[in-house]
């Protein structure tokens, strides 16, 4: 049955035929990420960042709170920088969507950091020195790439902007993929990292081995996409508009058809789903590589943080975590579905083997806490993010300059 809605939902979303209407969704939907952040009264800067593989990426930076802005100007001098990276569909919006009560970026800005959101390739933030968006060597990459190329070049950004000799680093989801892999392949980058919180971590997945293999081999769904000529896993915003305009958004949670299908694969969580923005999320959800889905797919299906090598059915290479340096605090969701308690406690093992584990702990109290509220929750506010921001604190005084 589970697989039968999935399919529909799936010939759903291609079939639709596409009408003029106009826009129904809350102004922040439609938003760019600095026009976000200047609306919540934050000063911004976009920042562009150059790969060594020809990718151009755009970084949005908090330099100073609300509070600090409202004088004739900040000062870097003596600040602290974080670099925050998003997950799977997301971007640096992810952490600011929420508002300046709820939103990590923010509230760190507010204690005082200098906030560097980063926005890996293939978010609507990111382009290519030669290929456009509609070329399929455009969307030839995965979170190894993320890993090897983006977050190098975003850590450098922030070091050579600030002056700075280190960076926090709080990755979330795929964000923390990205991590672990550049840790693995670039080592180098240990000396310029204070510590790394991970949220919801994604590294093992032998929980969702099953979803992989129905989805990559039984459905061959990334294939079929292909052959149809759908390069990546991207919907156009008025096809996304009239979707949730006809069949996500809805009072209540329970009615919702696109919610019922997220929370089967991230856990289910009613009552912290935000009504009023669960259609903005859905409609601000970035583009995918299949790469990346057969990348996390072969990572599941064989029980082993892999890289790519010669593709999902080919060679398996275990990427080296012993090369991890740095102090590792693993926060994991108790109703985590997709980033399981006991794949993440398989992480701690490993990284508790080579000293580096700082922590391993629930991301809060909250029983039903699941992927998605690490940043859509509708009390993240006082579940999470500010008890993060005095860890982080914490963090800080531990591992950071004098």
């Given at each position: 049955m589970k697989l039968l809605i999935l399919r529909l939902f799936l010939i759903l979303c291609c079939g639709l035929v596409l009408c003029e209407h106009p826009r129904f969704l809350r102004?922040?939907?439609?938003?760019?990420?600095?026009?976000?952040?200047?609306?919540?009264?934050y000063p911004v800067e976009k920042h562009r960042v150059a790969t060594?593989?020809?990718?151009?990426?755009?970084?949005?930076?908090?330099p100073a709170g609300r509070r600090t802005a409202r004088k004739a100007g900040f000062s870097a001098k003596g600040k602290k920088a974080i670099l925050v990276?998003?997950?799977?569909?997301?971007?640096?919006?992810?952490?600011?969507i929420m508002g300046p009560e709820?939103?990590?970026?923010?509230?760190?800005?507010?204690?005082?950091?200098?906030?560097?959101?980063?926005?890996?390739?293939?978010?609507?933030?990111s382009s290519h020195v030669n290929y456009t968006r509609r070329n399929p060597k455009f969307w030839e990459f995965s979170?190894?790439?993320?890993?090897?190329?983006?977050?190098?070049?975003?850590?450098?950004?922030?070091?050579?902007?600030?002056?700075?000799p280190k960076v926090m680093y709080v990755g979330y989801s795929m964000g923390t993929t990205s991590f672990f892999v550049t840790m693995s392949e670039r080592p180098e980058y240990n000396d310029k990292i204070i510590s790394f919180v991970a949220l919801a971590p994604a590294v093992y997945l032998s929980n969702i081995k099953l979803l992989a293999i129905t989805v990559l081999k039984t459905l061959e769904l990334p294939a079929r996409m292909r052959s149809q000529g759908m390069i990546s896993l991207t919907l156009r915003s008025d096809l996304l508009d009239l979707l949730?305009?006809?069949?996500?958004?809805?009072?209540?949670?329970?009615?919702?058809?696109?919610?019922?299908?997220?929370?089967?694969?991230?856990?289910?969580?009613?009552?912290?789903?935000?009504?009023?923005?669960?259609?903005?999320?859905?409609?601000?959800?970035?583009?995918?590589?299949?790469?990346?889905?057969?990348?996390?797919?072969?990572?599941?299906?064989?029980?082993?943080?892999?890289?790519?090598?010669?593709?999902?059915?080919?060679?398996?290479?275990?990427?080296?975590?012993?090369?991890?340096?740095?102090?590792?605090?693993?926060?994991?969701?108790?109703?985590?579905?997709?980033?399981?308690?006991s794949q993440i406690m398989r992480l701690a093992v490993k990284?508790?083997?080579?000293?580096?584990?700082?922590?391993?702990?629930?991301?809060?109290?909250?029983?039903?806490?699941?992927?998605?509220?690490?940043?859509?929750?509708?009390?993240?506010?006082?579940?999470?993010?500010?008890?993060?921001?005095?860890?982080?604190?914490?963090?800080?005084?531990?591992y950071g300059p004098p």
């Amino acid at each position: 049955m589970k697989l039968l809605i999935l399919r529909l939902f799936l010939i759903l979303c291609c079939g639709l035929v596409l009408c003029e209407h106009p826009r129904f969704l809350r102004k922040e939907a439609y938003e760019t990420v600095p026009e976000l952040i200047t609306s919540a009264g934050y000063p911004v800067e976009k920042h562009r960042v150059a790969t060594d593989d020809g990718y151009i990426i755009q970084m949005h930076r908090i330099p100073a709170g609300r509070r600090t802005a409202r004088k004739a100007g900040f000062s870097a001098k003596g600040k602290k920088a974080i670099l925050v990276v998003h997950g799977l569909l997301g971007s640096s919006g992810d952490f600011v969507i929420m508002g300046p009560e709820r939103s990590l970026a923010y509230l760190l800005a507010d204690e005082g950091y200098d906030v560097w959101l980063g926005n890996l390739r293939g978010t609507v933030y990111s382009s290519h020195v030669n290929y456009t968006r509609r070329n399929p060597k455009f969307w030839e990459f995965s979170f190894h790439e993320h890993g090897v190329y983006d977050v190098p070049a975003m850590i450098d950004k922030v070091l050579n902007v600030t002056s700075l000799p280190k960076v926090m680093y709080v990755g979330y989801s795929m964000g923390t993929t990205s991590f672990f892999v550049t840790m693995s392949e670039r080592p180098e980058y240990n000396d310029k990292i204070i510590s790394f919180v991970a949220l919801a971590p994604a590294v093992y997945l032998s929980n969702i081995k099953l979803l992989a293999i129905t989805v990559l081999k039984t459905l061959e769904l990334p294939a079929r996409m292909r052959s149809q000529g759908m390069i990546s896993l991207t919907l156009r915003s008025d096809l996304l508009d009239l979707l949730i305009r006809n069949i996500c958004f809805q009072n209540k949670p329970e009615d919702d058809i696109c919610m019922r299908l997220v929370y089967m694969v991230v856990g289910e969580d009613l009552e912290q789903y935000d009504k009023e923005l669960t259609s903005v999320i859905l409609y601000r959800a970035q583009p995918v590589s299949w790469r990346q889905l057969e990348h996390f797919g072969k990572v599941a299906i064989t029980g082993v943080f892999t890289s790519w090598e010669d593709g999902l059915w080919g060679a398996v290479k275990p990427y080296n975590l012993s090369n991890v340096k740095v102090p590792v605090a693993l926060l994991y969701g108790k109703n985590d579905h997709l980033t399981d308690k006991s794949q993440i406690m398989r992480l701690a093992v490993k990284l508790n083997e080579t000293g580096m584990l700082e922590t391993v702990r629930p991301a809060c109290d909250w029983e039903k806490f699941n992927h998605l509220d690490f940043v859509f929750a509708r009390q993240v506010g006082t579940l999470l993010t500010k008890p993060l921001v005095d860890y982080i604190k914490t963090l800080f005084s531990k591992y950071g300059p004098p």
